[in-house]
């Protein structure tokens, strides 16, 4: 999973937040952790700037 994000151009501290923020997953025999693609595009739509705001807003904070 980090690999693909490195070849989608993240560098590594962007990787790093991208785990952060997303809900991750770890199953029993697999030795990645990896999150669904559904949570990243979600995590990526919240935080892409429009110019409507400065930064993104955190659930039930307004």
Same mark, same amino acid.
């Given at each position: $999973? %980090?690999? +693909? #994000? @490195?070849? #989608?151009? *993240? =560098? %590594?501290?962007?990787? +790093?937040? /991208? &785990? !952060?923020?997303?809900?991750? =997953? &770890?199953w029993?025999? *697999?030795?990645?952790? $990896? &999150?669904?693609?559904? +949570? &990243? #595009?979600e995590? !990526?739509? @919240?935080?892409?700037?429009?110019? +409507? !705001?400065? !930064?993104?807003?955190?659930?039930? /904070? @307004?």
């Amino acid at each position: $999973m %980090r690999t +693909d #994000l @490195r070849t #989608l151009g *993240y =560098e %590594r501290r962007a990787v +790093d937040a /991208i &785990f !952060r923020a997303c809900p991750v =997953e &770890f199953w029993e025999g *697999y030795s990645r952790p $990896m &999150f669904c693609v559904a +949570d &990243f #595009l979600e995590w !990526r739509e @919240r935080s892409t700037y429009r110019g +409507d !705001r400065v !930064r993104p807003v955190e659930e039930g /904070i @307004r």
